[in-house]
């Protein structure tokens, strides 16, 4: 059965940086495409960066880019999202996902994502 476990969340200041951290169990991110997804309160569930299979091709959101880096461990089972310069509009619960399918691309859709993690809060606010 394969899990994910985000943690790194919290409350931060404006400007200030968190990293979160998305564990796997049950597979690892080797073959398959991953994503960190945000849904703000009253908002849709968006993604914020991923990559593809082979970890080659990154994407980001244009309301992250340069703040925030996704990377992943060599032993392929753990997935970061480093955030930096974090403002108050960044303010959501982030949830890390694996594709359903092996060795794609870059994923934007949430519908092609079989498994997610149980999402970490984080609040930036002064």
Same mark, same amino acid.
């Given at each position: #059965?394969?899990?994910?476990?985000?943690?790194?969340?919290?409350?931060?200041?404006?400007?200030?940086?968190?990293?979160l951290? $998305?564990?796997?169990?049950?597979?690892?991110?080797?073959?398959?495409?991953?994503?960190?997804?945000? #849904?703000?309160?009253?908002?849709?569930?968006?993604l914020?960066?991923?990559?593809?299979?082979?970890?080659?091709?990154?994407?980001?959101?244009?309301?992250?880019k340069g703040?925030?880096?996704?990377?992943?461990?060599n032993a392929?089972i753990?997935?970061?999202?480093?955030?930096?310069?974090?403002?108050?509009?960044?303010?959501?619960?982030?949830? $890390?996902?694996?594709?359903?399918?092996?060795?794609?691309?870059?994923?934007?859709?949430?519908?092609?994502?079989?498994?997610?993690? #149980?999402?970490?809060?984080?609040?930036v606010?002064?």
């Amino acid at each position: #059965q394969v899990q994910l476990v985000e943690s790194g969340g919290g409350l931060v200041e404006p400007g200030g940086s968190l990293r979160l951290s $998305c564990a796997a169990s049950g597979r690892t991110f080797s073959t398959y495409a991953v994503g960190w997804f945000r #849904q703000p309160p009253g908002k849709e569930r968006e993604l914020v960066a991923g990559f593809n299979w082979n970890g080659v091709t990154l994407y980001y959101a244009e309301s992250v880019k340069g703040r925030f880096t996704i990377s992943r461990d060599n032993a392929k089972i753990t997935v970061f999202l480093q955030m930096n310069s974090l403002k108050v509009e960044d303010t959501a619960v982030y949830y $890390c996902a694996i594709s359903r399918r092996r060795y794609t691309s870059v994923v934007v859709s949430r519908d092609e994502y079989d498994y997610w993690g #149980q999402g970490t809060q984080v609040t930036v606010s002064s």
